[in-house]
Nanobody, 121 residues
Framework: QVQLVESGGGLVQPGGSLRLSCAAS????????MAWYRQAPGKQRELVAT???????RYADSVKGRFTIARDNAKNTVSLQLNSLKPEDTAVYYC???????????????WGQGTQVTVSS
């Protein structure tokens, strides 16, 4: 079995910063992609940022220049640095990973439990 465990999050004032971390553990052969999603109350879950095994990244337009995603392939971890936070960034943030547990097997989707980020004065 594979497990994603998140840490970080909390309450921060507008303009502040937070760092989210996520660690994957269990039966892991490869992780083609790791990502962060978020879901605000009454809204659909949206993709925030993705980092691929080779290091390339993708960001939602709403967070470009403010958020930075990074991964440590040796530790199977991914982080999201959130800077210049705005009230509209308030949401539950979820870690996601595509993980292959064995060589030549297809990857499956795994999710973390979610961590609350609240931006408010």
């Amino acid at each position: 079995q594979v497990q994603l465990v998140e840490s970080g999050g909390g309450l921060v004032q507008p303009g502040g910063s937070l760092r989210l971390s996520c660690a994957a553990s269990g039966s892991i052969f490869s992780i083609p992609a790791m990502a962060w999603y978020r879901q605000a109350p009454g809204k659909q879950r949206e993709l925030v940022a993705t980092v691929f095994s080779g290091g390339s990244t993708r960001y939602a337009d709403s967070v470009k220049g403010r958020f930075t995603i990074a991964r440590d392939n040796a530790k199977n971890t991914v982080s999201l640095q959130l800077n210049s936070l705005k009230p509209e960034d308030t949401a539950v943030y979820y870690c996601h990973a595509k993980i292959s547990s064995r060589r030549f097997s297809s990857s499956s989707d795994y999710w973390g439990q979610g961590t609350q980020v609240t931006v408010s004065s």
